[in-house]
Structures are given as C-alpha cells and as structure tokens.
C-alpha cells in the first residue's frame, strides 16, 4: 500500500521508433554550442559548454502541439538535436559518455526571449525563459549506432530558419555528456538538448513548424 498523500503524477514519456516508450526523468539542455549561434547571442570563444534545465513534463510529444505560453510577447524557436540516455554515471570519460546514448531524437527548445533577456540584464535565472509548460517539443527516439552528424534544418510555414550541420557543434555529443556529468550524476531517462544553430526568430499562434535532423527523423507542431 502507498503512503503516499496524493496521486502520483504520470511519468511524461516520448515513444521511441519501433515500440515502447522512454520514461523521461530530467531535461537538461546546453546553450550557445554552435559557433555561429554564439556569435548571434554574443561572444565567440569554446568557452566550457554551460547548461539549462526543463522539467521532464515540458516535453510536447509527436503528434501533440504546444501552446502559446503566456506573459510573453516573443516565442522563439531553437531547434536541436536530443540525446535521450539509456545509462549514466558521474565524472564519465567521453568514451564513457557514448555509450550510455539510447537513442537520438529531434527537438525544439521553445524560449520566452522576451522574459530570457530581461533576466540576463538583471543576472537572474532563465527558469521562467525556458522551463515553462510545452517548452520541449521532441520527435520520437531512434535507436542509432553513431552520433548524428548531418544537416539539421527548421522551418515556418514552409520558410527555412535555420540550417546547419550537427557537425558544426563545438561540443560534440560524447564531450556534452562528459561534461554534464561533472555536473550531475547523469541516468537512464535523462534528455539532453545539445545546442541549436544561428536563425532563430519569433513564432506567432498558428505557425507551422518543421524540424529536421538528418538521419534522425523529423517533427512538426503548430503552435496553437
């Protein structure tokens, strides 16, 4: 018998290609990791990756579309490529750090900017910028051998945004994972969003969006 003293929330889950669902326990998501990127938001050195969290429940999973949050005026897009993790471990070597991928998927951080930049001037947290509710749209998980390292592209009504190659990250998958787990004691369950290229721009109610990471999949929403 429980003891606890409410329902238990559902655990959020993405399905992954081919059966079965991955139980999300944590999003953790890196910033400015594509030279480019970096230099559109500000600075242009490999300084050591840094790191943002969603809560696991921010995930919007194929098929379903996020809402327009509120006490914003300025929703941007950052498309990503995702790591969903299988294992994990603290202090992990690259080497490590590989093989504790489960699968790969396509992700869009959806992000105040509006709200992100008024926290940036004040040295503030980002939570309210970018841990909201609908924040993670995801595609399902594909199971693959290798890191990505094709073309990963987003559009708007049919207009491309941003384009690039997963080659183009500074930090590569196996070095982002090693570093996160200098951070965290990283498990099964955990998604990391790893970056997202130059272009991003506002979304508005009823935009159609396409997110694609080649070799990955592709997903879309429209934000209603």
């Known amino acids: 018998m429980s003891d606890l003293v409410l329902p238990a929330p559902p655990i959020p889950t993405v399905p992954v290609e081919g059966g079965g669902r991955f139980p999300v326990r944590r999003i953790l998501c890196v910033g400015r990791n594509y030279a480019a990127h970096r230099r559109e938001m500000g600075g242009d050195d490999r300084d050591p990756p840094f790191f943002f969290a969603k809560p696991a429940d921010a995930v919007v999973p194929p098929g379903a579309d996020p809402a327009y949050p ?33 699968g790969y998927a396509v992700g869009v951080d959806l992000t105040r ?71 965290w004691t ?7 969003f790893t970056g997202t290229p130059e272009g991003v721009a506002a979304l508005v109610r009823g935009d159609r969006v396409r997110g694609e990471v080649e070799g990955v999949g592709a997903l879309e929403f429209q934000v209603v």
């Open 70 to 102: 509120s006490m914003t005026g300025d929703l941007h897009h950052e498309i990503e490529l995702v790591v969903a993790l299988g294992s994990g471990g603290a202090n992990l070597t690259p080497a490590e750090a590989l093989g504790a991928v489960f």
């Open 113 to 183: 900017r509006d709200l992100q930049n008024a926290a940036k001037a004040k040295g503030q947290p980002w939570d309210a910028a970018k841990g909201f509710d609908g924040s993670a749209p995801i595609s399902a998980i594909r199971r693959l051998e290798a890191a990505p390292q094709g073309r990963i592209a987003l559009s708007v009504n049919g207009q491309a945004r941003q384009a690039a190659s997963v080659a183009d990250m500074i930090w590569n998958v196996p070095e982002i994972i090693a570093e996160a787990s200098k951070l």
């Open 186 to 192: 990283l498990a099964a369950g955990d998604l990391i």
